[in-house]
């Protein structure tokens, strides 16, 4: 590769790696819906049952 074509790999390496940080750090802050708390809280109890009955 021609050390013009290196930069731009490397820029555009750079601008995607900064945009999935981005993205995932808007995921990282949202609230979990409400199904998926649910089905956390149904599988924690269910968890809760095998214990108690070992």
Do not use: G
Not at 12 to 27: A, C, H, M, P, T
């Amino acid at each position: 590769m021609a050390p013009t074509k290196d930069k731009d790999a490397d820029r555009i390496e750079s601008i995607i790696n900064q945009n999935l940080k981005l993205v995932y750090s808007d995921l990282v802050q949202e609230e979990l819906p409400d199904r998926f708390k649910d089905l956390l809280a149904v599988l924690k109890a269910q968890d809760a049952e095998r214990k108690e009955t070992k």
